[in-house]
């Protein structure tokens, strides 16, 4: 059974930190794209960083580029989002995905097509 699990939510002032980590089961991990969604009430869900498989290649959204860093730890079947300079707006469920066949280039755009989800850790930046 795929299994992905986030942790590392919480909340945390305004230029605070935070590391997530979702843990993977169940697949192939290092044939995978792994990525985290983002989702405020009332909002779609927001693509924002993924990893490549066996080479590490990343992607990230415009919103997060130069505060996030997203990386992976095959051995593990871990990946962290380590998220420095955290704003208000970044406020919002976390959510990790994974999928075999979309490519780096497209994953943040393609929710709908992803192949797992995990159940969202909640990350709350006060101001």
């Known amino acids: 059974e795929v299994q992905l699990v986030e942790s590392g939510g919480g909340v945390v002032q305004a230029g605070g930190s935070l590391r997530l980590s979702c843990a993977a089961s169940?697949?192939?991990?290092?044939?995978?794209?792994i990525g985290w969604y983002r989702q405020v009430p009332g909002k779609e869900r927001e693509g924002i960083s993924c990893?490549?498989?066996?080479?590490?290649?990343?992607n990230y959204a415009h919103s997060v580029k130069g505060r996030f860093t997203i990386s992976r730890d095959n051995a593990k079947n871990t990946v962290y989002l380590q998220m420095n300079n955290l704003k208000p707006e970044d406020t919002a469920v976390y959510y990790c995905?994974?999928?075999?066949?979309?490519?780096?280039?497209?994953?943040?755009?393609?929710?709908?097509?992803?192949?797992?989800w995990g159940q969202g850790t909640l990350v709350t930046v006060s101001s």
């Open positions: 995905a994974a999928d075999k066949g979309v490519l780096v280039e497209t994953f943040l755009y393609l929710p709908n097509a992803l192949d797992a």
């Open positions: 169940g697949f192939s991990f290092d044939d995978y794209v």
């Open positions: 990893i490549s498989g066996k080479d590490s290649r990343t």
